[in-house]
Each structure stands twice: as structure tokens, then as C-alpha cells.
């Protein structure tokens, strides 16, 4: 059985076909396998974003095809890809993206309910994340009782919550100062350690060096697609 979870083949995004066309992504090779730490990295206008918009569901390609965990998502309607998004990737935002009337608990739990948990599994679920993210003392807090890294921190938590197979990373540490993004970077290779595929998006080298393998894009295309050799090896847990 392959351990291939992501495969994507001659992915093509165009905006403005015809003469002023832009060429997002232009014909994108990529494998990833099950418990790889992948960083995507490139600058602005690189096609990365969009790269990570199709990576996560968020949009779909002009032409080529992506399989995630051996489904061919590339052609299925928004409905469909809502359902995919909620079930196999868990997003991290560079925003944190959380409700702000709503406590840690509760904004861990919101993705939950969509899938239909109920409500004594979602809350147990909710409680574990947190703690694995260091946030057992923050639980009852809402966003603007909390620092950025701990927001961060109940952002992750949110995202792994669901044991999803894939988590997506947009920027994780950008709004974060050296100190808390050493933190969310540790959380992210602990995750990685403990045998869950994470893929890293970032324009920033040093962030990408903390990858086990680096995809650098540009222009649309992928550039280079290289293992860091430096990456601490250690055992799965």
C-alpha cells in the first residue's frame, strides 16, 4: 500500500486566460508522503499561496490533478471540497483566525461540530489538544485575554483536534515575535514527530530550515525540492 498522501500532477492555475494571462502555478510535479515535514517557500508573486490554496482544498486548478490520501479532488464542486477540508486537513493561520467572543474550549471545538462530534466526545477532544499545546491554564480564556503565541497555540490546538492526516501551515510565526514562533515551530516538529504529516508555508528561509525537506517555488514552478540534511532525526514517538 503506498504511503504517498499527496500527489499532484501537471497543476496548472491561470488567471486571465488570454493575452494578460498569469501563469500562478505552471505545470506543478509534487509527491508528499505520510509523516513527511515539508516547507513550502517562496516570495510574494512566487505562486506559493496559490500553491497552498490548492493544497488545502481552497481552490482548484485550471488543469492537472490532485490526489489527497488517493482521492482525486482536483474536479470536485465547493460542497464537495468543504466536506474535504473539514475531514482531512487541519489549517494554521497566520491570523489565528478565532472567534473572539468564544473561550479556547470553544473555539477548538467549532471545526467539531461541523463534523458532527458530539458534545461530550468534541469537549474531551478539545481539552486534550489544549493541553498538548501547553494551554491548560488558558482554557476558559477568550483571544484578547491571551497573548499571540498562546492564540497561536489555540489555533493548533483547533487543527488537531480532529486528527486530520494532513496540517497546513500558512505563516504560522508571522505575526508572532522570535520567542513565540520558537514555540509554535518546536509544537510543529513535535507534531512531526509523533508520525503527522506537516507542511510549512513560508516566504522566510529560516523558518523553512526547520523543515525536514524544503520545496522552494518560483514563478510557478518548482525550483528546487530538497532534503535538509541538517533536520535532527529522531525517533517517532
Sequence with gaps: MSDTLIRVEDLCKIYNPGENEVRALDHVDL??????????IGQSGSGK???MNMLGC?????????FLNGTDVSTMKDNQLSVVRNREIGFIFQGFNLIANLNAIENVELPLIYRGIDRKTRHKLAVESLKLVGLEKRMHHKPNEMSGGQQQRVAIARAIAAEPPVIL??????????????EILE?????????KTVILIT????????ARRVVRIM????????????????EVL
Design 31 to 40: 509527491e508528499i508522503e505520510k509523516g513527511e515535514f515539508v516547507a513550502i
Design 49 to 51: 499561496s496559490t500553491f
Design 58 to 66: 481552497l481552490d482548484v486548478p485550471t488543469s492537472g490533478r490532485y
Design 169 to 182: 501551515a500558512d505563516e504560522p510565526t508571522g505575526n508572532l515575535d522570535s520567542a513565540s514562533s520558537r
Design 187 to 195: 509544537i510543529l516538529k513535535n507534531m512531526h514527530r509523533s508520525g
Design 203 to 210: 516566504h522566510d528561509n529560516g523558518i523553512a530550515a526547520q
Design 219 to 234: 514563478d510557478g514552478k518548482i525550483e528546487s525540492d530538497t532534503i535538509n540534511e541538517s533536520f535532527e532525526q529522531e
